[in-house]
């Protein structure tokens, strides 16, 4: 009598799971349908918020199987940091970015791994450091202050948006990696996608493959053409432009000499021999990217990290230390030599007026500050904002329509001198 009952519940819940599967798959169908049907856009868009779709229904469906995705969730949020994969929801031009409400495949699978550690895992310790959360609270008071003040709101909101995304995204690398053997599998993880993507900017330096595949990430040919790209030969792998490739290469490749020089003895041989294969291909993606600023940020950042290295050792391990590093330095520059031309061609060669545009860029910026020093002129408003403040003899926000190429300076003129 147990038996049937156990059996009869059994067939009860296959039941009920093969119903939520079917509903999953009608639903699928039916958001598909009303996509190409309302999908006034590109293609791209279309296929982009049908893959979102997809992905959302198949991770709920996962979920209620109890199948055991999360590793593959966990790879896939790593692997998204090298693939411009995201959509933008009612985009109101090509020019602002944002200039829609951006949706990632990040942000997808950061929601998803903090949604599994709150409700799976005992998440009970802080996450953030208190500096860290008083310092990102005040950052949200200006950013959202610039926009209420500011504006534009609408692009401001958009802004708004993709700030706080970039806060959960951080929350989730900080939730889910806070175990020892989740933190190597980020690195391992860091490690894999900048060995692929100094192998695709190599492929795309030497036969010009994969390119033109804006959908994929390649970039398309006008935001090739913006960043100089067909004059210097620069490639921005999957990441869209050769500036944005080199920005997140630069940022992440301290993560993977980290463990390296600090030796980390929970880090395997193999896992080293990987680590140290893609600090090579990294080095090389940031060469072929052509970006000037992103070299000297290595040049800064590489050394500091050497000497803090020399500091944490003990007596009798700084020769094998200065050894392996000065061993290392030379197959580096080995192995990269023959870049050198390249390196030097960027270095004295003519760059089009992209070094002389930066000194009236900055003049335009500083009288922006200048004029709103407290809350900026409003969060994704430096365009609309730009021509007013423009007193440059060549009017360089006709001539070279653009934000100002300084981070620090962009960022100012927009939320203020405290933001």
């Known amino acids: 009598m147990v038996n049937q009952t156990v059996a009869s519940n059994n067939k009860l819940d296959l039941a009920k799971r093969f119903a939520v599967l079917c509903a999953l798959i009608a639903g699928a169908c039916i958001l598909g349908y009303g996509i190409v049907i309302a999908g006034d856009g590109p293609s791209s868009r279309i296929i ?28 896939a949020f790593v692997a998204s940091f090298f693939f411009k994969g995201d959509v933008s929801l009612f985009k109101i031009n090509e020019m602002e970015d944002p200039s829609g409400l951006n949706l990632s495949l990040t942000l997808f699978t950061a929601v998803i791994l903090v949604v599994h550690d709150h409700f799976y895992e005992d998440t009970s310790e802080r996450v953030f450091p208190s500096t860290f959360i008083y310092l990102t609270v005040a950052l949200s008071v200006c950013v959202v202050a610039s926009v209420l003040y500011a504006g534009p709101i609408v692009l401001g909101g958009f802004s708004i948006f993709s700030f706080f995304t970039s806060v959960l995204i951080a929350y989730a690398v900080a939730l889910h990696f806070s175990r020892r053997e989740r933190v190597i599998d980020l690195v391992v993880g860091i490690s894999l996608g900048l060995l692929l993507t100094g192998i695709v900017a190599l492929s795309q330096f030497s036969i010009d493959f994969p390119t033109n595949f804006p959908n994929f990430g390649t970039g398309t040919e006008d935001e090739l053409l913006g960043t100089q790209s067909e004059l210097l030969s620069r490639v921005p792998a999957f990441l869209r432009t050769p500036t944005e490739m080199a920005w997140v290469v630069t940022s992440l490749l301290p993560v993977v000499l980290t463990p390296l020089l600090c030796r980390v003895k929970s880090i395997g041989s193999y896992q080293r021999i990987v680590l140290a294969v893609a600090a090579l291909s990294g080095l090389a993606a940031v060469i072929l990217s052509v970006a000037r600023g992103s070299w000297i940020a290595l040049l800064a950042v590489i050394p500091l990290m050497l000497v803090f290295g020399w500091f944490r050792l003990s007596a009798y391990e700084k020769k ?58 409003g969060l994704n408003g430096y365009r609309t904002h730009m021509t007013k403040y423009d007193e ?21 003129a927009e939320i203020g001198v405290p933001g």
């Open 320 to 377: 094998p230390y200065l050894i392996s590093v000065v061993s290392a330095v030379f197959v580096a520059c080995l192995l990269l030599s023959p870049f050198a031309g390249k390196i030097y061609d960027r270095l004295t060669g003519d760059d089009e007026g992209s070094a002389q545009i930066r000194l009236p860029l900055m003049e335009t910026a500083f009288r922006m500050i200048d004029d709103n020093p407290l809350v900026g002129v």
């Open 48 to 75: 982009g918020v049908g893959a979102v779709l997809t992905l959302m229904l198949g991770a709920v469906t996962a979920f209620y199987f109890e199948l055991p995705v999360i590793i593959a969730v966990r790879y």
């Open 392 to 412: 440059t003899g060549i009017f360089v926000s006709q001539v070279f329509p653009n934000p100002v190429h300084n981070i620090f300076a962009h960022i100012t």
